[in-house]
């Protein structure tokens, strides 16, 4: 067994549905490896190409799609991983599964779905990436892809039901909660384990950077001229409400320190865009350097589980929110990506209704099988959403034309 491996006991490799090992030729994979390559092979990972990460995926062939994203999440994740010693296997599948549940259209989606849903439980991208992964993903029977507890714990974000903790987001549904139970045995309650503070970290690390550099492509934000007035509101309205405008005036100075921060606006030529992506790998360098050196500080380890906490520095932290500050300034504050985002919202809404009224007949034989064995209306109203949750934003648009348009 894999040394990092043998820190991970019979309780974290155990999988809902036991599995006998496999005969194979070559070197059989380890229990870890194995998660890694079902998520790989999962249909909704796939499907994330095709989902709005910020800007839309059919806008531009340079953009992040919601695939892209969790790639490099993941390469984050692992690297940071492997420096603390916590198994990357673990923390690379999370980042690979943890946007799973997103639907089309991204949060704008996610909202939509929210509010459709509110009279069955919600809706919530993280709550969908779990059962997902523990139900609608067709590996096992009646197991989804059936992952080891320390894997499906990994990729827990909120480790609570709606209600429960402070924030509006949560990890689990209600008629999922018999499927959390199992994952969160012996977990301390409402805590993340370190694989899951890591892959949550490198989400954010990736989501400020990364969008700031789509943005920056896309001609909407230059870093060189900030209307700093204008992203402080933001970033106070999105991310951190008590900050005054000079804590934030010296959270950017310390960013425009790094020394490929640019000092002249993008132009779309070669040396531009070499510069933007220096600039890019420097921030992922400082904050995960950061993190790790604040992390050894506060404890030895080892970085298992519950064992220990990932440190992210008070100072990381208001870095990494002022970038996704300007990102939210200038692409989704922007009065056209609202419209859009207006317009989206309605198409989920009229595609949710017609799906309701139709029944089986209009859903995936997959999805029609669950409405056929729903017990209520309301878990057929879940049925729907799971649909329209694992549309891609083109399919969306496909069936609400085919659904709605054309009948209209």
């Known amino acids: 067994m894999d040394p990092v491996e043998q820190r991970y006991d019979a309780h974290a490799r155990e999988r809902i549905v036991p599995e006998p090992p496999k005969r194979v030729e070559a070197p059989e994979r380890l229990a870890f490896e194995r998660d890694r390559a079902r998520v790989v092979h999962a249909a909704s990972f796939r499907r994330l190409a095709a989902k709005t990460q910020v800007v839309g995926p059919q806008s531009d062939d340079f953009v992040r799609n ?40 991204g949060h704008n989606g996610e909202r939509a779905l929210a509010a459709l849903a509110g009279d069955v439980g919600g809706f919530e991208g993280n709550a969908q990436t779990l059962r997902l992964l523990t139900r609608l993903e067709a590996k096992t029977a009646d197991a989804g892809l059936n992952l080891t507890r320390a894997t499906l714990d990994a990729c827990t974000k909120y480790p609570w039901g709606p209600g429960e903790a402070s924030t509006p987001k949560f990890g689990v549904y209600d008629d999922d909660r018999a499927a959390f139970a199992w994952v969160r045995k012996g977990a301390p309650e409402r805590r993340q384990c370190v694989e899951a503070q890591v892959m949550d970290l490198a989400d954010d690390v990736a989501y400020s950077v990364h969008d700031v550099e789509d943005g920056t492509v896309a001609g909407k934000i230059d870093l060189t001229r900030l209307d700093t007035a204008a992203v402080w509101e933001t970033v106070r309205a999105w991310y951190r409400p008590g900050a005054t405008d000079a804590e934030l005036d010296a959270v950017l100075e310390r960013l425009r320190s790094v020394g490929s921060w640019p000092r002249a606006p993008y132009d779309g030529r070669r040396g531009s865009l070499a510069a933007l992506k220096n600039l890019t790998s420097d921030l992922i360098g400082r904050f995960c350097g950061a993190v790790q050196e604040a992390t050894f500080a506060a404890s030895e380890g080892p970085f298992v589980r519950y064992a220990a906490d990932l440190v992210v520095p008070a100072d990381t932290w208001a870095e990494i929110t002022v970038l996704k500050g ?46 056929r064995g729903a017990a209520d209306d309301a878990a057929r109203t879940r049925v729907v959403i799971d649909q329209v949750a694992s549309l891609t934003d083109a399919s969306a648009v496909a069936w609400h034309e085919r659904l709605v348009a054309r009948n209209s």
């Open 66 to 105: 919601r695939l892209t994203h969790s790639l490099e999440v993941a390469q984050i994740a692992r690297d940071l991983s492997r420096a603390l010693g916590t198994h990357p296997d673990i923390t690379e599948t999370a980042a690979l599964a943890h946007d799973l549940g997103h639907p089309p259209f």
């Open 326 to 371: 300007v990102a939210a300034h200038y692409v989704m504050e922007d009065l056209s990506h609202r419209a859009l985002l207006s317009r989206q919202r309605e198409l989920l809404t009229e595609l949710v209704a017609v799906l309701l009224e139709r029944g089986s007949d209009a859903l995936d034989e997959t999805f029609a099988a669950d409405w």
